[in-house]
């Protein structure tokens, strides 16, 4: 679908459900291109679901776009919700991977609308913040969204919803929060991923180093929790730096990062439903996100 489409559809949580509408950041030169969300009246712990970091990645967009019911059934439920759908618009329209480059390669002058190592403590000790500013207007602007929404909307569940076009061999997870091991939200999710047609990388490494169990990694190299200057270690960051000052973080319980396989030739219907089956079933994985506090 095209960025009008999925904003069309993505608005009708507004106009037929009563959800919040905010716009996170607009272009100048294009006021009609927007980072959006949308959130319940209702407020408390809450569901997130985040997707479109990546321009070239557009299964998850596509996939909350298709299942938006699901998601207005939940909060009619009175589950808290916060949604992203569209992180990236203007390099989703592109079909780049980030918002000021056509280059995949980040090393080349491209920067993530999710970094947030402004926000996040340095490596070594943990007493300042890992950079010294954003990387790009967007990239603020999401962030200190997320930091703001997060007070009256404290993340219990992150589905953060991403694709991988390196991966030939298969799809996976990233599981972050204060239970990245063994989680149960994170073997559903593969469940329902395999379920659907993905293959899984149930064994081996990444490309970076990190270990695969069963289709998920939660640690990094050396063992360590996976700290990678994300949105996703941000939400759930249990210490930030705001304006260079510590500060407790979102300290989301239960951050789920889904990677279906993008490589040239996959079929992006294919992966437009294994990760709709994901946000179908947000439901019983918020119920599951229960037991991982």
């Known amino acids: 679908s095209t960025y009008e489409q999925l904003t069309q559809r993505y608005q009708s949580l507004a106009t037929e459900h009563g959800w919040l509408e905010e716009t996170i ?9 927007a980072i959006r969300a949308w959130r319940t009246k209702q407020h408390g712990e809450a569901l997130w679901i985040i997707a479109g970091i990546h321009g070239e990645e557009p299964a998850g967009p596509n996939a909350i776009a298709g299942n938006l019911a699901t ?3 939940l909060a009619d439920d009175g589950v808290p919700i916060v949604l992203i759908p569209l992180c990236n618009p203007k390099a989703y329209r592109n079909n780049w991977r980030y918002p000021n480059t056509a280059e995949r390669d ?3 002058g491209g920067y993530s609308v999710g970094d947030a190592e402004y926000l996040l403590p340095d490596l070594e000790q943990g007493t300042k913040p890992r950079a010294a500013a954003p990387s790009g207007p967007e990239t603020h602007a999401l962030t200190q969204h997320v930091l703001k929404v997060a007070e009256a909307y404290p993340p ?19 599981s972050q929060g204060t239970r990245p091991d063994d989680n149960p939200v994170g073997a559903e999710v593969i469940r329902l991923l395999a379920g659907n047609g ?13 270990p695969i169990a069963n289709g998920v990694i939660s640690r990094d190299d050396a063992g360590a929790p996976i700290r990678d200057g994300s949105i996703d270690e941000l939400i759930a960051a249990p210490v930030v730096f ?6 407790p973080g979102p300290s989301a319980a239960t951050v789920i990062v889904v990677e279906t396989p993008a490589f040239a030739g996959s079929q992006l219907a294919l ?5 709709g089956a994901v946000v179908q079933h947000a439901p019983q994985l918020w119920r599951l996100s229960a037991a991982a506090d």
């Open 25 to 33: 950041y607009a272009y100048s030169d294009e006021p009609t291109l």
């Open 106 to 108: 980040w090393r080349r």
């Open 271 to 275: 992966r437009v439903a294994a990760q």
């Open 198 to 210: 993905i293959p899984i990388r149930l064994e081996g490494h990444t490309r970076f180093g990190e």
């Open 242 to 247: 705001v304006n260079g000052e510590r500060r």
């Open 156 to 174: 219990r569940l992150v589905l953060d919803l991403h694709e991988d076009e390196l991966s030939t061999e298969g799809g996976y997870i990233y």
């Open 71 to 73: 998601l207005a059934r």
